[in-house]
């Protein structure tokens, strides 16, 4: 039965599975990332964030069946991009099955944070979780507008550096090191900057409000 625990306890919590995920990924991608083999682990865990999100978003008041119809076409090309990184075609449409998915999970888990007037332990997980969601969902967004628009962020980028200037915007820290280019990307740029403070102002509040209210 000890050995049951660890199994329970993820199964209870989808959320730090989805969280773990997309750390994993952070920490992993600057020693994996410039192999075949090491981007086809990549690949693999991405598509357990994937299927651990799902396992969130069934957990929320929103509907399962969305999450699959776009979380199903994100996995094959989660894997194939992974394989043949630097084919324009399959960047693409990688991204346009990524960003609807990830967006909807956001949505999904914001959803599920919102359900009470509790804050529990995995609603807690939830709320990092779909902050890193909605970054990972820009990510893909911004290797869209640098495939349709070539130039848009000065020379060609890779995801790893797109994934890190959407962390910069999202948290407006705004480091600098580059920064969009062309006008359609920073279209995009300043749609991110909008979602990070009001992903503050009405996500992250909300929770501080509950937990003073309830330590009262």
Do not use: K
């Amino acid at each position: 039965m000890t050995g049951m625990r660890p199994i329970r306890w993820m199964a209870e919590h989808p959320n730090a599975l989805l969280l773990g995920g997309q750390v994993f990924v952070l920490l992993g991608y600057p020693g994996l990332g410039d192999t075949t083999l090491g981007r086809a682990v990549l690949g693999v865990v991405q598509l357990l964030v994937v299927l651990s999100a799902v396992a969130a978003v069934r957990r929320s008041p929103a509907l399962t069946w969305v999450a699959l119809v776009f979380g199903a076409p994100a996995t094959v090309f989660a894997v194939w991009e992974s394989v043949s990184p630097g084919t324009d075609w399959v960047v693409l449409v990688s991204a346009c099955c990524h960003v609807p998915f990830y967006l909807f999970v956001s949505y999904a888990l914001i959803r599920y944070v919102f359900n009470d007037d509790e804050v529990t332990r995995d609603e807690l997980f939830a709320t990092a979780g779909a902050f890193t969601v909605v970054a990972w969902a820009f990510a893909y967004a911004y290797a869209a507008v640098q495939v349709i628009w070539p130039g848009s962020f000065g020379a060609d980028r890779t995801w790893f550096e797109l994934l890190y200037l959407s962390f910069t915007t999202l948290t407006s820290v705004g480091l600098g090191d580059f920064g969009p280019v062309g006008d359609h990307a920073r279209s995009v740029v300043v749609l991110e900057q909008i979602g990070g403070v009001f992903y503050v102002a009405l996500v992250v509040s909300r929770l501080v409000g509950l937990t003073i209210r309830r330590s009262r």
